[in-house]
């Protein structure tokens, strides 16, 4: 039996599938070499934006990247040594969920995203 899907559930991962949208990048940018999920945050990214990845785990994963690209969180990300614990124990809660969903191709353009941008180029490059 299939759950049905909560009308609420959608307009949640159509609020965090904007907020990614339009700050993931950037904060990934900003963040490079800094970060040691980055690699999983946007491997989790490409998961979540495969047809073939079922809605919940988008929905998870979206979530997580949300929070990931906030400007503001519980610890602010500027904190020496404790910016981005937070945004890891959110991420690493959403990834046990999404993890299994993550395939090799999601890798391949995760690794291949990080050099195009360690090399200056933008991630669609």
Known sequence: MTRQQDPDDD??????S????????????RVLGRVPFLEDAIAAYFCARDP????QVK????????????PTDVVPDFVAGLG?????????AAWRSVANHVNPDHRRQAQATLV??????????
């Open 11 to 16: 307009k949640r991962f159509q609020r965090d």
């Open 18 to 29: 904007a907020r990614v949208e339009t700050g993931f990048w950037p904060k990934v940018r």
């Open 52 to 55: 073939a990845t079922p809605f």
């Open 59 to 70: 929905a998870i994963a979206m979530a997580a990247l949300a929070y990931f690209v906030l």
């Open 84 to 92: 981005y614990t937070d945004d890891a124990a959110v991420f690493l």
């Open 116 to 125: 195009r941008l360690q090399s200056g180029q933008t991630p669609e490059d």
